[in-house]
T-cell receptor, first 115, second 116 residues
């Protein structure tokens, strides 16, 4: 069974640009969550999508957005990039994050560097 | 609000020694707790989870954790460290949205070093 796939693995962008990251969840999983990992702030929750709807959202500015497609694949977009957006972005999939006895499976992440 | 605190950002042990990584949680509702491991430039891998079925939870690679409600702790242990255990470990609690579950709230992580 294939795991969670994130593309691309590495990305370098310039301040002010926008970027789109992609996540393909494990087959059958309908919940996809995104996390940002930085040395200073650690792992922080961005948002969760379930059945193409954003179900929960973390405390991030509106420049961060996402969507989920009918096949459960998800994308997140960051507009007007800032240096502080440099981070490892992790995607996690689960059958349904809303259930108690489910765990999240993580992809390898996309390392975004903003210069 | 729910949270987890990991005591010690760095822990160093000798190969073959006991590994003990500490995690304390704060939650007004029964918590669902997890330990994840992250190797350099990799994502997170689940080691074990507590979902109230048993207080002593066994995970992969001989790791285990004990849920102690009286101490609000969920410490991770391994009897004998291997060099391959060197990584960063994260304790996490599942956020409760008024009855339904949600995202993970992570601790700051503990980097484990294993000396030969």
């Amino acid at each position: 069974k294939a795991g969670v796939t994130q593309t691309p693995r590495y990305l370098i962008k310039t301040r002010g640009q926008q970027v789109t990251l992609s996540c393909s969840p494990i087959s059958g999983h309908r919940s996809v969550s995104w996390y940002q990992q930085t040395p200073g702030q650690g792992l922080q929750f961005l948002f969760e999508y379930f059945s193409e709807t954003q179900r929960n959202k973390g405390n991030f500015p509106g420049r961060f957005s996402g969507r989920q497609f009918s096949n459960s694949r998800s994308e997140m977009n960051v507009s007007t990039l800032e240096l502080g957006d440099s981070a490892l972005y992790l995607c996690a999939s689960s059958l349904d994050q809303g259930l108690t006895n489910t765990e999240a499976f993580f992809g390898q992440g996309t390392r975004l560097t903003v210069v | 609000a729910q949270s987890v605190t990991q005591l010690g950002s760095h822990v160093s042990v000798s190969e073959g020694a006991l590994v003990l990584l500490r995690c304390n949680y704060s939650s007004s509702v029964p918590p669902y707790l997890f330990w994840y491991v992250q190797y350099p430039n990799q994502g997170l891998q689940l080691l074990l989870k507590y979902t109230s079925a048993a207080t002593l939870v066994k995970g992969i690679n001989d790791f285990e954790a004990e849920f102690k409600k009286s101490e609000t702790s969920f410490h991770l242990t391994k009897p004998s460290a291997h060099m391959s255990d060197a990584a960063e470990y994260f304790c996490a609690v599942k956020k409760n949205y008024g009855g339904s579950q949600g995202n993970l709230i992570f601790g700051k992580g503990t980097k484990l070093s294993v000396k030969p």
